[in-house]
């Protein structure tokens, strides 16, 4: 089974994402990661907006500061970009997300996420766990694949929004300029209006980072 991983926050850089496939502490990092069972990178990848807007809240274990959540009910659209992987991939991105070592998931992880997969896609939302990066949502499909994404189960108005790291943010601007190709001033000008970011990060501080970001590749 195939399923398109989508990933609005931070693992649009793919380098960030081959962590998660390839395993190892990527640079500015402070968690290892096990990495997938199957370490072949995403057969394809495209860029792809989803209805809602993204948040940044809780704390980071890689990086401090706020993380990336994805709300549907946020006025607008996340820009976000799409890999094709393997259920067994999604599942070894997920337990990452879920800080549960995929070696474990063998047993229970495959059937319960391939079980929360069909009510995700039947009824766009499901659940894996109470934790963040533990609700299954399905925005709908591409090419006849299901896209899938995680997130937290509450929304941003249940969240106590918190700003991003430099570094957490700098890796989610690289992954809009290389998924949609859009110039430092879009980028910068999404980022600053996003919760977490929006009243606690100057404007011109996001641009300032944005520029940085896109010209250290």
Known sequence: MLAWYVSYGSNMHAARLGWYIGGGCPPGGKRTYPGCRDRRPPSRSTPVSLPGGIYFAGESGAWTGGMAFYDPHLPGEAAARAYLVSLE??????????????????????????????????????????????????????DGVPMLTFTAPDGASAARCRPPAPIYLGMIARGLCESHGWPAERIASYLAARPGVAGTWPPEAVAALVDKALVDG
């Open 89 to 142: 991939q999604f599942t070894d991105i997920a337990a990452q997300e879920m800080y549960r070592p995929p070696g474990d998931t063998v047993v229970d992880l495959i059937p319960a996420t391939g079980a929360a997969i069909d009510a995700a896609v039947a009824n766009g939302r499901a659940m894996l766990g109470p934790g963040r990066y533990e609700t299954l949502i399905c925005p709908g499909s591409h």
